[in-house]
């Protein structure tokens, strides 16, 4: 089974930095699309970024494009999303996604941005 557990998650100032870390297991890693969705209180699933399987092609919602950045280190079967330069409109719950299928999506790490 698909399992991804989120971490990193905090409570952040605005223009403050954050990394966050997805762990997956259950699938071949290296061979899948991930993404990181986020969904903000009262409003739909949002996603923010996409990563190849060989890190050749990203993508990112305009949003957080030039603030955002995906990497992934397939050895460790691991997703990472650094986060810097966090706006208030950042605060969310962020999703480890496996492609862009958000019933395989871990449990989710929780940042809000406040001052």
């Known amino acids: 089974d698909v399992r991804l557990v989120e971490s990193g998650g905090d409570l952040v100032q605005p223009g403050g930095s954050l990394r966050l870390s997805c762990a997956a297991s259950?699938?071949?890693?290296?061979?899948?699309?991930m993404s990181w969705y986020r969904q903000a209180p009262g409003k739909g699933f949002e996603r923010v970024a996409r990563?190849?399987?060989?890190?050749?092609?990203?993508d990112y919602a305009e949003a957080v494009e030039g603030r955002f950045t995906v990497s992934r280190n397939n050895a460790k079967a691991t997703l990472y999303l650094n986060l810097s330069n966090l706006k208030t409109e950042d605060t969310a719950m962020y999703y480890c996604?496996?492609?862009?299928?958000?019933?395989?999506r871990g449990q989710g790490t929780q940042v809000t941005v406040s001052s």
């Open positions: 990563i190849s399987p060989a890190s050749t092609t990203i």
């Open positions: 259950g699938f071949t890693f290296s061979a899948a699309y």
């Open positions: 996604v496996k492609g862009t299928n958000l019933s395989e």
